[in-house]
């Protein structure tokens, strides 16, 4: 059995909606029309078919919502009509789609409140939130309901970057060269984000926690033998402040996270997130259909990867299905 746990979509009802009311630049930038893979299913289901793979977790597709309305309440309302379109989408092909939530980050009270709704009324697997809240570190008190809701339901926070080309690479600059924002600076996102988790606590207040990183945990197990060294015997004061507040050390948290297999099919890459993280905490995703081919390139590589994989079949298993599974309670 396949689960691809990381792709998305985007609502015709909530695209349309968000293009009425976004203030500033547009963020969309013909999405949908450029993608129509977003939101035909039957497209999708075809690449699926083709690949064996029995259901896609279907999450919210960029931008994020705060970051194209600025507006709290109304962008809590968008994210309320996202919710129940993403539902709905799922409905018209019963075990083939999975519905996770999303939340305006703009508006703390709203997300504790959203993600409640998204798990006990809409039946949502999990919610999915960005590395910061258009700038807001995660770690902020502000957003410790959402996190409890999350723990207290035992249900996973997908955590996908969030950098626009908007954000330049260097002082003097008015927007990212090349790609660099996205190509580089959302792995850079992400691993800060995780870092700032981290730090505040997260995994001591709530142990049990699931947060599935985008990107195999971003440049975490490239750069483990760093966080050993940096952040398992800390010298400098900074560090060495906050990691006496933890109740392991610093380093170990990390290897707490969970990871998809979205590298574009790089087995090296795939190798290290195995290494780093395990097989119990890895699993199948692609972001399709974000590869100019509705998903096909994208799941086609990184099943490859996941088959030149020198493991056991049965770990390969965990990280084909069972690990989604297990995590979103899929087998009663």
């Not at 955590?159 to 996205?182: F, M």
């Not at 610093?250 to 195995?274: H, I, K, Q, S």
Request: proline residues 7%.
């Amino acid at each position: 059995m396949k689960i691809d746990c990381f792709t998305h979509v985007m609502p015709t009802r909530f695209y349309t909606a968000l293009k009425q009311k976004m203030t500033g630049p547009d963020y969309l930038g013909g999405l949908l029309e450029s993608m129509p893979q977003l939101v035909d299913l039957p497209a999708r289901l075809a690449v699926m078919d083709r690949h064996g793979v029995d259901a896609q977790v279907i999450t919210l597709s960029s931008p994020p919502i705060e970051i194209a309305m600025g507006d709290p309440a109304t962008a809590a309302d968008l994210a309320r009509l996202a919710n129940d379109e993403i539902v709905a989408m799922a409905a018209q092909h019963p075990g083939r789609f999975i519905p996770v939530g999303t939340v305006a980050m703009n508006d703390p009270a709203h997300m504790a409140r959203e993600a409640e709704r998204c798990l006990t009324e809409l039946g949502m697997k999990g919610v999915l939130i960005y590395s910061s809240a258009a700038g807001v570190p995660l770690d902020r008190p502000e957003f410790r309901d959402f996190f409890a809701v999350m723990a207290r339901h035992d249900y996973p926070v997908w955590l996908h970057p969030a950098r626009g080309g908007n954000q330049p690479d260097y002082r003097g600059e008015d927007h990212s060269k090349y790609w660099i924002w996205q190509v580089f600076g959302w792995p850079y996102e992400t691993t800060a984000a995780m870092t700032r988790l981290v730090f505040d606590g997260l995994f001591d207040r709530h142990p049990d926690i699931k947060i599935i990183t985008h990107h195999a945990a971003a440049m975490a197990p490239a750069f483990s033998a760093r966080i050993d060294a940096i952040y398992g015997k800390p010298n400098m004061p900074e560090i060495r402040a906050a990691a006496e507040k933890l109740a392991r050390p610093a380093n170990e948290y990390f290897r707490l996270f969970y990871g998809d297999t979205a590298l574009m099919g790089a087995v090296g890459g795939l190798a290290a997130a195995y290494e780093f993280l395990g097989a119990e905490r890895l699993l199948f995703g692609t972001d399709a259909p974000f590869d100019g081919s509705g998903g096909e390139d994208f799941t086609r590589d990184t099943l490859f990867s996941i088959a030149a994989l020198a493991v056991p079949p049965a770990q390969k298993e965990a990280m084909l299905s069972g690990n989604a599974r297990r995590l979103m309670k899929l087998d009663g």
